[in-house]
């Protein structure tokens, strides 16, 4: 018998497949570093640097000083948006994706290095905080970037799932983060605090290694190279979104803020658990779970937005969170240990996984693919800037009260709202073909 040939058309879309799916890994280990670092620094500022960089004194001033270390980090990320999304527009998405990933992954390790308050007085903090301003100049264009390349390689009505393994990147590192400081939190308080915390640090290193191998063999989109050889790329992308893309920039920007609500929990809500009481080992296996069944929500709910649409996915995800954090911070303060892993269980891996799945083919979608990673990138950062700095704000609003939740969970439930506004603002994109994706006609 003779063997049929394979069409040329089944060959492009078996390769386009292969390089979708590429992306995706790529993106995948990305987001893991990415929320690997920013997890075992949110970990480490609620449990550790309070005790280790800062003068003895007053433990809420050292609190509110190691958190304001955490949401120094979200000061420099629109500036790294800024530098990286302009890079990302220019010389393209591959090369800026990989300097970002070992800024990131290098600081992380650094850290790790860092003499205590004990040892060097105020040098330590200040190393701190420069190593923590790098973390943030890489963190600011990463997702945007990894998310914008998923996105352009995705095939056709899929676009939505692809680019959701950014995000179950992020929930994957998050697990191996928690993972990494169980062993942190077992340990005698003099170990932790001499020398146990700084083996998560160190341990990153493997993370980016893997997730460097894989990303140095990515190739350029096709619709930007395009623009490319064309020469149709703008010499100040940043400059021309704003130009173009105002409406779409304010856009995101609202809807970022949905982020406060996985920043809170993460942050605030295990400093809030240990407490009152709540181990802080016990927390971190209650992130563990709702980020591990999170992994699989999160391309199944992007999926879902394939089909049904972004919008709706996006807002029923976020109302959701805004009403969940309510019952998620009245149960911790109860110390009621199966309803805390229930109530976050139904957060991370269902309502915020809805619209945190969502939102890196949208955002995208919604710009030109001349200023896509600039757009996406900058307008991101302003709701992540915010949110960066929600758990000084708690932990100053709540003091030393521990039966008085209400305001912090009244954070979550705001910026909600104001994601829901940008997202019933912002057009529809999930059938928009590739190349008509941010174009005035849409």
Avoid at 39 to 57: C, D, M, Q, W
Avoid at 224 to 248: C, I, N, R, S
Avoid at 252 to 265: D, E, G, I, P, R
Avoid at 278 to 288: G, H, K, P
Wanted: charged share 15%; with cysteine.
């Amino acid at each position: 018998m003779t063997k049929l040939a394979t069409s040329p058309t089944v060959v492009e879309e078996e390769r386009k497949l292969k390089r979708a799916k590429k992306a995706a890994l790529a993106a995948f280990l990305g987001g893991a570093l990415e929320y690997y670092d920013f997890f075992i620094y949110a970990t480490a500022a609620s449990l550790i640097f309070s005790k280790i960089f800062f003068p003895s004194g007053d433990p809420t001033a050292a609190m509110l000083a190691s958190f304001a270390t955490f949401g120094v980090a979200y000061v420099a990320r629109p500036f790294g948006a800024v530098l990286f999304g302009h890079l990302g527009d220019k010389i393209g998405r591959k090369s800026t994706l990989v300097l970002t990933l070992v800024m990131m992954g290098g600081a992380t390790f650094l850290i790790g290095m860092l003499p205590d308050f004990s040892t060097a007085g105020y040098w330590a903090p200040a190393l701190l905080v420069l190593l923590r301003l790098m973390q943030g100049l890489s963190a600011g264009a990463e997702t945007a970037g990894a998310s914008a390349l998923t996105m352009e390689e995705a095939p056709a009505g899929r676009r939505g799932f692809f680019a959701s393994f950014a995000m179950s990147g992020i929930s994957f590192g998050i697990v191996l983060a928690s993972l990494a400081f169980l062993p942190v939190a077992a340990m005698s308080e003099a170990d932790r605090l001499a020398w146990g915390w700084r083996i998560p640090f160190w341990s990153s290193i493997l993370v980016l290694l893997v997730a460097y191998l894989v990303r140095r063999t990515l190739e350029e989109p096709e619709v930007f190279e395009e623009k490319h050889d064309h020469g149709e790329l703008v010499k100040l992308p940043f400059a021309k979104m704003f130009k173009t893309h105002p409406a779409q920039f304010f856009q995101v920007a609202l809807m970022s803020f949905q982020v406060v609500t996985n920043t809170f929990m993460q942050s605030f809500g295990l400093a809030y658990a240990v407490s009152v009481g709540v181990d802080a080992a016990t927390m971190l296996w209650v992130s563990i779970l709702g980020n591990v069944i999170a992994i699989v929500s999160q391309p199944l709910f992007a999926r879902l937005s394939d089909k049904f649409g972004r919008r709706n996915v996006f807002i029923t995800g976020v109302t959701g969170s805004g009403l969940m954090i309510f019952v998620y911070f009245s149960v911790i303060s109860t110390g009621n240990i199966p309803m805390i892993f229930l109530a976050s269980t139904l957060i991370t891996a269902g309502t915020y996984a809805a619209s945190n799945s969502v939102y890196p083919a949208w955002f995208s979608e919604l710009f030109n693919v001349k200023v896509r990673y600039s757009g996406m990138a900058i307008g991101l950062q302003i709701g992540i800037l915010c949110a960066g700095f929600t758990p000084l704000l708690g932990t100053a609003l709540v003091g030393g009260d521990k039966a008085n939740w209400g305001p912090a969970a009244w954070i979550v439930a705001a910026s909600s709202l104001l994601a829901v506004a940008g997202a019933a603002w912002a057009r529809e994109t999930s059938k928009t073909p590739l190349r008509e994706l941010g174009n005035p006609v849409n």
